[in-house]
């Protein structure tokens, strides 16, 4: 006989503008339940994703309303931040699990934990442990979001990405140059290369040179600045001196290229700004910038805003790109939803949460538990924000 305790998990409807993505699909209910976590879902959650709530009920979850859904669960799983409206919903004991950007607001994790609210964030993740990829929800949305970049430069772009030899005449291929070849850039390269542009690649680790040209892209070599390679496989922030010298030397190769794709981040500061004011206008007229890094704080790219495509007296068409996985959200949730499904196994033992954060894993996404903000990062920000020194526009 079953004698295991269960645990209610809910996944909630997105309420962010634009968000279309859901925390789980359908098919993750099923290697939940044998765990002991039985899944409620609000109605209308998997709409944005061509999920209804009827795929939901046949692989066994409950569909609730939201005042049942904040009423009964135990754990709620979101993508992206809740709404102040259902943050207030939440109580003592339940415990939330999304991408909540802690080290972006770190005041919402204090918050919460202030509520006697558990506060698991999957930007967290130690990355590179091994274990730990199939729970890497920043891996899985970046390589969505690296993919669509391409599509929508080329959705902007006025030519061919592809050589073309037709009786009409020769089109020559695109030449697309990648700035930072991470998760993003390596599958934004991939994406390019597919569609036949010609693909350059640029990052300040130079480890990323072997993945750049494995993908048969040209990787491009400043001779101005070296090495930023940080903790972790991120890269640093450059100094002021560094900085200049990089845009000085980027600008001369931005006006080579057609299309430019910047998705250079550094954890825990604000995107570098990669194309200045002087590379745009050296570009041609019908050329194209996708920044990925665009936000509220600026982006890699002088003048993008999220959200906004301008085009620039001297024609140059700029994307500040805004949550792109959210624009491809079948398979940005499948994705997460495999993500989200192996954090919770890790997470629960015999029906329950189990939180212990002498695991490695737990150590880095726990972030609020038992009343206390307890993960090391967001706790010193938030002394330092006490402290009158403030939070320097963290990225993740
Ligand atoms: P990210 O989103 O933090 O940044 C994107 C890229 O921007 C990085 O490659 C970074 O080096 C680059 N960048 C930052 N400042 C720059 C500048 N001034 N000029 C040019 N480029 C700049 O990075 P990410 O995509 O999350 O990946 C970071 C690293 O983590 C990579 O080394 C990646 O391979 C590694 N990673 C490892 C695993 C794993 O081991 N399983 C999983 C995910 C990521």
């Known amino acids: 006989m079953d004698t295991v305790a269960r645990?209610?998990?809910?996944?909630?409807?997105?309420?962010?503008?634009?968000?279309?993505r859901v925390a789980l699909v359908p098919d993750a209910i099923g290697r939940l339940q044998p765990a002991g976590i039985d899944v409620l879902v609000e109605s209308g959650a998997g709409d944005g994703a061509w999920l209804p709530d009827a795929a939901y009920a046949d692989a066994g979850a409950s569909?609730?309303?939201?005042?049942?859904?904040?009423?009964?669960?135990?754990?709620?799983?979101?993508?992206?931040?809740?709404?102040?409206?259902?943050?207030?919903?939440?109580r003592k004991g339940q415990a939330v699990v999304g991408m909540l950007a802690p080290l972006a607001d770190p005041e919402l994790a204090a918050a919460l934990a202030a509520r006697g609210v558990t506060v698991i964030s999957l930007d967290g993740l130690p990355?590179?442990?091994?274990?730990?990829?199939?729970?890497?929800?920043?891996?899985?949305?970046s390589n969505v979001a690296g993919y669509k970049a391409v599509l929508v430069a080329a959705g902007e772009y006025g030519r061919f990405f592809p050589l073309l030899i037709t009786a009409a005449g020769t089109a020559r291929p695109a030449k697309v140059l990648v700035l930072g070849t991470g998760v993003a850039g390596l599958q934004a390269i991939g994406t390019a290369r597919r569609l036949g542009a010609v693909v350059s690649g640029y990052d300040i680790r130079p480890s990323s040179k072997d993945e750049v040209t494995s993908l048969g892209a040209t990787?491009?070599?400043?001779?101005?600045?070296?090495?930023a390679a940080g903790e972790g496989g991120y890269a640093r922030e450059l100094t002021d001196a560094e900085r200049q010298a990089q845009q000085d030397e980027l600008t001369g190769h931005i006006a080579r290229h057609d299309v430019v794709i910047t998705t250079a981040q550094v954890p825990g500061r604000r995107p570098p700004l990669l194309v200045t004011e002087d590379a745009i206008k050296a570009m041609s007229p019908g050329s194209v910038i996708v920044d990925m890094g665009a936000s509220a704080l600026g982006g890699n790219v002088s003048g993008s805003?999220?959200?906004?495509?301008?085009?620039?007296?001297?024609?140059?068409?700029?994307?500040?790109?805004?949550?792109?996985p959210a624009t491809v959200p079948a398979a940005a949730s499948a994705a997460y939803s495999r993500n989200i499904s192996?954090?919770?196994?890790?997470?629960?033992?015999?029906?329950?949460?189990?939180?212990?954060?002498?695991?490695?894993?737990?150590?880095?996404?726990?972030?609020?538990?038992?009343?206390?903000?307890?993960?090391?990062?967001v706790a010193s920000l938030l002394q330092r924000a006490e402290g009158g020194a403030g939070v320097d526009g963290p990225s993740h």
């Open 305 to 324: 805003q999220p959200g906004e495509t301008v085009v620039t007296g001297n024609g140059v068409t700029i994307v500040g790109a805004d949550n792109l």
């Open 63 to 90: 569909i609730v309303s939201a005042a049942e859904l904040y009423r009964t669960a135990d754990v709620i799983l979101t993508v992206t931040r809740p709404s102040p409206g259902a943050l207030s919903e939440l």
């Open 7 to 20: 645990i209610k998990a809910a996944v909630i409807r997105e309420a962010s503008p634009g968000e279309r």
């Open 219 to 227: 990787f491009l070599e400043l001779t101005s600045v070296g090495s």
């Open 342 to 377: 192996a954090l919770l196994l890790h997470l629960t033992r015999n029906g329950e949460l189990a939180i212990d954060t002498s695991d490695e894993i737990q150590a880095g996404v726990v972030i609020a538990h038992d009343g206390a903000v307890v993960h090391p990062g």
């Open 127 to 141: 990355r590179t442990l091994s274990r730990a990829q199939p729970m890497d929800a920043l891996t899985s949305q």
